[in-house]
């Protein structure tokens, strides 16, 4: 693989005007495409296979009005009492008449007719049906929505428009540049060049236009959740400046050396490209593992952002090294400019292709400038791991798993407006809804009675209204609602508490269980509450399965990177500590409200079902990538004969820099989301910037140099019939090495 990113490096540094030119075309033409084709995304997410999903897809067939999408109009008046006088009355009547005519509802319920009045005669609460469901609901429709009531503020009355209705997609906005400033910082600070800098930037700015393009374009043919395109944003951007860095890092190094420019981004290319395209495999991998758990709307998730990580893996191998042949020596600091001339080899006066004249050339300065500097930090930094190696196992394998003691009380749920930011309709609507009636209204659910005909259905419904009724923490029933042959009951089902209560999960059960046994009818419980249960559940059981997955195949990956049987197997135990004390630290701030004031969460509740089984996917990508960078260098030194321990000094000496700033890049990145409003994308950003900064300080520059330093020698046993089976993979180049040493 190495000999051909070699020549992929050389061939695009030659013909760099062609190569911007087909990325610029490319990425010209999928924004047209995005442009025309765009569709919506989906704000719900549904769970084939689950009673709540038979429920809905029932209804959608048998009782559609009542499939569409509701709202829930809260309404406070002045003062208590006041719904009950003629005045009170002709307010709330009015405000109903004003949802009935909205454009896309089929219908408003009078309050007053359904008793959704509260005791003190102060709260009201108004349903209204629509036509289709929330994903259908245009910005206009719910523009107008929004504005049901607003005649009745100015007389002291507060109207509160809720419900599925508002569901939106989040908003990218101006926060996510903290991350991407922050990340141009580092890279200056790194390269001392903002050409470098600049251009690092630009590839992986180019890459995220491409496959964020790319991925809307295709919005039209494929549904999207609101999430995946985030989430492909926030990897693609993080990805594409790493793989960007490590590639740049390389040729500079390697024009310090002597190698004239073409030798110089070939080599690079061969070797840290082969580490991206490694890398870059294990996210895509990860993430395109996600389908196995058989859940759409994550599958989509998983493939969008693996589409965005593929676009900036090419990228880097082909665009990246235009660029830097358009760079020039532009690339190294100004003060090394000088002494290291940067030319072609044919300029140079080679007549090979291995660059050997330039490097017999190359001067004094650039030798010590490019040579071991034994008093840089990284040095430094792994002399004192090795040294002090046993202590430094015992307090980072016991200060992680003190992080991630909170991580067995992580409990998962769907998110609901109870979490939605302060003073966002739905979070208004939401508070005002259990400030009169309590949080059982927040969530109600649904009970789908459907007999073979109308008899049937009609003699099932006094049992399966008095089953649900004697249920534990079931607060009321409503009377039923019938499809036009009446064949299709809906009962709707307030409980005590609210929607991610514990005791909520409970009496879902519960009310399965009780009407399981009525006959000649079928009855499903159904419900934005009852759907996120349902999906929490699935993705819990699903969470052991893929993580055994995955750590499987880090062992599998890393055995033909590495050659190696302990080094696998310590980078799978790594990546556990650094999974084990992300899910800590994040269940600790967005659960149990530790610090939450800090990432801007004002209400603490149960992390997004799908958090921790992406987090997986996503960490374990990006724990390769560092493991791999750092160990291939360890491996490296020890081939070519090296002690284990002058190796891994070595390789952490060599790798720490750029690890470091790939680490903060993406950290940086990553933290930029935590300051939308969104708390699903807020918590999904959080916990990506605590996970690359664990694994890559902690794990990867701290417990891993400490853990080799350990094994010395036996790091590196591999049985010798295993070493034969296994294909050699040559991330590292070593093949490369010898065709060029030859020549």
Known sequence: MATLLYRLGRGSMRRRR?????????LVGLGLAAATLRGPTASNFTMPGTESQRALDLLDEQFPAAAGATGTIAVKAPAAGQLGTPEGRAVVQAITQEAMALPGAVGAVDPFQVGAVSPDGRYALIQVQFNGG??????????????????????????????EVLNTEPEVGSTEAIGVAVALVVLVVTFGSLVAAGMTMLNALIGVGVGMAGLYALSNVVELTSTAPILALMLGLAVGIDYSLFITSRYRQNLLDGLPADEAVGRAVGTAGSAVVFAGATVVIALAGLAVVNIPFLTVMGLAAAGTVTVAVLVAITLQPALLGFAGGRVLPRRLRATVPVTTEESAGATTGDGSAALDRAAPEAGTLAGEDRSAFGFRWAGLVTRFRIPVILVGVLGLGLLALPAPDMRLALPDAGTAPAGSPARVSNDLITEGFGPGFTGRLAVVVAGDDAQA??????????????TENVLAVAPPQLSPDGRTALLGVIPQTGPTDPATETMVHDIRTAVAGVPNADVLLTGVTAIGIDISEKLSDALPVYLMLVVGLSILLLMLVFRSLLVPVKAALGFLLTVAATFGVTVAVFQQGHLADLVGLDTPGPLISFLPILLIGILFGLAMDYEVFLVSRMREDFVHGDTAQQATINGMGHGARVVTAAALIMTSVFGGFVFLDDPVIKSMGFALAIGVAIDAFVVRMTIVPAVMSLLGKAAWWLPRWLDRALPNVDIEGEKLRAQLDKM
Do not use: H, M
Not at 153 to 161: H, L, M, N, S
């Open 457 to 470: 259905t009609a003699a099932a419904i006094p049992q399966v209204t008095g089953l649900v009724q004697g």
């Open 18 to 26: 062609l190569v911007a030119a087909i990325w610029l075309v490319v």
């Open 134 to 163: 929330a994903d259908t609901v245009t910005a206009e429709q719910r523009d107008a929505y929004e504005k049901v009531g607003a005649e009745a503020a100015p007389q002291g009355w507060q109207v509160a428009p809720g419900g």
